[in-house]
């Protein structure tokens, strides 16, 4: 599982950075996450093929997070673009979508599949064999979604030397992967747990963007390999909170402590700060395993 940040900076562009935008690979699928002006750009610079993404997560219709959606969708279309694309966001952006392509008369040559959310609770909103995806309910100005990536087990791993060793044909190692008891050679049945390891752990990685500290969410988010928390200000400014329905530094962590996450990285951070490393400074004397999100920046998770 990898996230490649492609924007994180609030409200505005600025020269050398781009409001929300993200990648997130798991396991070879891409699903891209918020899309800020400018992230047909960020995409290309970081040498993303187009049409391996097919699963576009949008957290809220504020502009910063999805003004760049339309263009990217324009230009999959002038690319002869065949495949699906499914967008997930909230209620409003298939009119939005379609009203810019209707009065454009620039229809796309592919399946534009909406999948619009309004529930305030979370949610399952895709299942592949591969991974699971659920809403965070957020509190911001306008009906917010964070989104939690849950990868699904991997196969288990094959103990060659106890497989052999138990006689069992190598005919069968498929099914040992898949868990499976399989008989050997004899005809005895041999448990799965004798000749093989328990996969890799799943990993999991949870978005949230654009919202007010809100304590509700740390059981929706507990233990996660990376958790993505906004920090649009520091403690000194605080006070704009409550109007913007962001949240500070200090508090993005004190959410990754009370949910144990194993990393926090902060982003959308307002454009009056020219020195960002007061975030990171901010946010350890909470969370130590703090870092900043960065454009064009790669987390492993």
Same mark, same amino acid.
């Given at each position: 599982?990898?996230?490649?940040?492609?924007?994180? #900076?609030?409200?505005?562009?600025?020269? &050398?950075?781009?409001?929300?935008?993200? =990648?997130?690979?798991?396991?070879?699928?891409?699903?891209?996450?918020?899309?800020g002006e400018g992230t047909q750009v960020a995409l290309r610079k970081s040498k993303v093929k187009f049409a391996r993404v097919k699963h576009i997560f949008i957290s809220?219709? #504020?502009?910063?997070?999805?003004?760049?959606?339309?263009?990217?969708?324009?230009?999959?279309?002038?690319?002869?673009?065949? *495949?699906?694309?499914?967008i997930y966001g909230p209620k409003g952006i298939k009119e939005i979508i379609t009203l810019q392509l209707k009065l454009g008369k620039a229809w796309t040559n592919y399946?534009? @599949?909406?999948?619009?959310?309004?529930?305030?609770?979370?949610? +399952?909103? =895709?299942?592949?064999?591969?991974?699971?995806?659920?809403? @965070?309910?957020? /509190?911001?100005?306008?009906?917010?979604?964070?989104?939690?990536? $849950?990868?699904?087990?991997?196969?288990?791993?094959?103990?060659?030397?106890?497989?052999?060793?138990?006689? @069992?044909?190598?005919?069968? &190692?498929?099914?040992?992967?898949?868990? *499976?008891?399989?008989?050997?050679?004899?005809?005895? +049945?041999?448990?799965?747990?004798?000749?093989?390891?328990?996969?890799?752990?799943? $990993?999991?990685?949870?978005?949230?963007?654009?919202?007010?500290?809100?304590?509700?969410?740390?059981?929706?988010?507990? %233990?996660?390999?990376? +958790?993505?928390?906004?920090?649009?200000?520091?403690?000194?400014? $605080?006070? +704009?909170?409550?109007?913007?329905?962001?949240?500070?530094? /200090?508090?993005?962590?004190?959410?990754?402590?009370e949910a144990g996450v194993k990393r926090l990285v902060l982003g959308h951070f307002s454009t009056r700060y020219s020195d960002l490393n007061l975030f990171l400074e901010? *946010? /350890?004397?909470? &969370?130590?395993?703090?870092? =900043?999100?960065?454009?064009? %920046?790669?987390?492993? @998770?």
């Amino acid at each position: 599982m990898t996230l490649t940040i492609l924007g994180c #900076h609030a409200a505005t562009p600025k020269t &050398f950075h781009n409001p929300t935008s993200q =990648l997130l690979d798991v396991r070879g699928q891409l699903f891209l996450i918020d899309c800020g002006e400018g992230t047909q750009v960020a995409l290309r610079k970081s040498k993303v093929k187009f049409a391996r993404v097919k699963h576009i997560f949008i957290s809220h219709l #504020h502009g910063d997070h999805f003004y760049g959606l339309i263009g990217l969708i324009s230009t999959f279309t002038l690319l002869g673009r065949e *495949a699906d694309l499914h967008i997930y966001g909230p209620k409003g952006i298939k009119e939005i979508i379609t009203l810019q392509l209707k009065l454009g008369k620039a229809w796309t040559n592919y399946n534009l @599949i909406f999948h619009e959310l309004e529930t305030k609770s979370s949610q +399952l909103i =895709l299942e592949d064999d591969k991974v699971e995806v659920y809403t @965070i309910p957020l /509190k911001h100005r306008v009906y917010t979604n964070g989104f939690l990536f $849950k990868e699904k087990p991997g196969e288990r791993k094959l103990n060659i030397e106890a497989a052999v060793a138990a006689k @069992i044909d190598n005919s069968y &190692f498929r099914k040992l992967k898949a868990g *499976a008891d399989v008989p050997n050679l004899e005809g005895k +049945l041999i448990p799965n747990e004798k000749v093989t390891f328990p996969p890799d752990p799943s $990993k999991s990685y949870a978005f949230c963007s654009d919202t007010f500290y809100n304590p509700e969410i740390v059981p929706l988010i507990e %233990k996660v390999s990376l +958790l993505y928390h906004e920090a649009t200000f520091l403690e000194e400014h $605080k006070h +704009l909170c409550e109007k913007t329905k962001h949240s500070t530094a /200090k508090e993005a962590a004190m959410i990754a402590k009370e949910a144990g996450v194993k990393r926090l990285v902060l982003g959308h951070f307002s454009t009056r700060y020219s020195d960002l490393n007061l975030f990171l400074e901010e *946010a /350890k004397t909470v &969370f130590e395993n703090t870092e =900043l999100a960065e454009d064009y %920046k790669v987390f492993e @998770i």
